[in-house]
C-alpha cells in the first residue's frame, strides 16, 4: 500500500523556553515558546503534561463488555466508558490496565494485550493513551476506589455494542477510538489479537 | 436492545465554587470545588474550559479523504490527521467545519452532514468534538493559514484507510473518533448519511 509520504515541507519546530505554570495534581499545565525552521516564526503555545492514561476493553467468558457508569468533573455529567486510568510511575501500560481494572470492576485479567494507542490531542495534550484487550476474566470481589470515585459497573452483550455506539451512549473519544482498535483488531481480523496473545 | 440502565446509584456532584487559573488563548484552565450527595465529601477539580471543536471527513469525488499533515506543539511532533479546528462564536459545527476545510485545505464544500459527536475527554475538559462529514468537494484555490500553521494536504484513497489505521499512521484520538462515525454511519450503513443529507 501507498501510504502518503512524510510531507517534505513539514518539520518540528525548535524549543526556546518551557514553564510550568499550575500543578493540577492528575496533571501539569506548560507553556512553551517554539520557533518554525521555516518561517522564523515564534510563538507561546499552552499544554497539559501527563503521566500516559490506558483504558481496558474487558471482554467475559459470556462475552459481555464491562463498561463503568461514572460522573465526570469534566464535562459535568454521567458518562458510560469502559475502565482506565493513569499510569504510575515504574508501571507498564499492561500493568495499570491490571490494575484500574481490578479496582474499578473487582475482575482480575487472565489475559492482557495492547491493541493500540492513540494521542489525546496532540495540538495540547503531550501523553499517550494505550488500550489493552482484557480477557480470562474472574470476579475478585469489590471495588477498591479512590476517595473521589463512585462507579457502577455494567455488563453489555458484545453483539450490542455498534448498536450502542450507533445511539451516541458512548461519549468519550478515548473509549470510541479504544472500540475502532477493538473493531479493526479482534472483530475483523481476529487472528491479531490471537497472535499477540500468544 | 437492552441498553444499560442508566445506574440509580451514579449522581452529579454539586457545584460549590468554580476559579479560572489560567487564560491559554485557545482554552482557560479553571478549578472547581464539588461535592458528593452521596458521600458528603468534598473535592477540588482541575479541568479545561473551551469551545467546541469540529473535525471533518472530507471525501472527493474520486473516493479520496483529505488528509492534512502538520507539526503539533502538544505532542512535539508530525501527525497526520483530517481538517478541524475551534467552533467560533456565533458559528455552528457545519459552519465551522466548511471554513476549516476551506482554510486548511482549500476544499469548499457542496454537502457538509454530522456524523456523531464525542467529548474530547469528559475528565478534565468541557466540551464537544463535532464529526462532520463533507462531500461535492470543490478546489477553491489555496490554503488560508492562521499565523503559526503549517500545513501540508494529503489525499488518500478511501479503500486504504483501514491499513492506514491498522498502520498505527492515524495517533489523534479525534481523529480515530472522527473514522469510527465514518464507518458506522457511512460504510457499515451508508442508507444513514443519505437521509441525514436529505
Redesign the interface.
Known amino acids: ?4 509520504e ?2 517534505n ?5 525548535r ?1 526556546i523556553a518551557r514553564e510550568e ?2 500543578d ?4 501539569t ?1 506548560k ?2 515558546t ?1 520557533e ?1 525552521p ?2 522564523g ?1 515564534r ?1 507561546e ?4 503534561d501527563s503521566n500516559d492514561w490506558v483504558n481496558v476493553v474487558a471482554v467475559t467468558e459470556a462475552k459481555e463488555l464491562v ?1 463503568i ?12 466508558e469502559i475502565p482506565g486510568g493513569i499510569v504510575d510511575h515504574g508501571e507498564t501500560p499492561a500493568d495499570a490496565a491490571r490494575r484500574e481494572l481490578l479496582e474499578e470492576t473487582g475482575f482480575e485479567a487472565g489475559t492482557v494485550v495492547e491493541l ?11 501523553n499517550w ?1 494505550y488500550t489493552l484487550l482484557a480477557t480470562d476474566l474472574s470476579r475478585r470481589g469489590d471495588q477498591s476506589l479512590d ?2 470515585e ?3 459497573v ?1 455488563l ?1 452483550p458484545l453483539a ?1 455494542l ?8 458512548i ?4 473509549v ?2 479504544a ?3 477493538y ?3 479482534c472483530i ?2 481476529p487472528a491479531h489479537a490471537v497472535e499477540q496473545a500468544q
Open positions: 500500500m501507498a501510504l502518503p512524510p510531507g515541507g513539514i518539520v518540528p519546530w524549543t505554570l499550575a493540577c495534581r492528575v496533571f499545565l507553556k512553551v517554539r518554525s521555516t518561517t516564526r510563538g503555545f499552552f499544554y497539559i463498561l457508569r461514572q460522573y465526570r468533573h469534566g464535562s459535568d455529567e454521567i458518562t458510560l493500540g494507542r492513540v494521542r489525546p490531542n496532540p495540538a495540547i495534550i503531550d493513551t476517595d473521589h463512585e462507579i457502577e455494567e453489555l450490542e455498534d448498536q450502542l455506539l450507533r445511539a451516541g451512549e461519549t468519550h473519544a478515548l470510541v477510538s472500540f475502532l482498535w473493531k479493526l483488531h475483523d481480523n
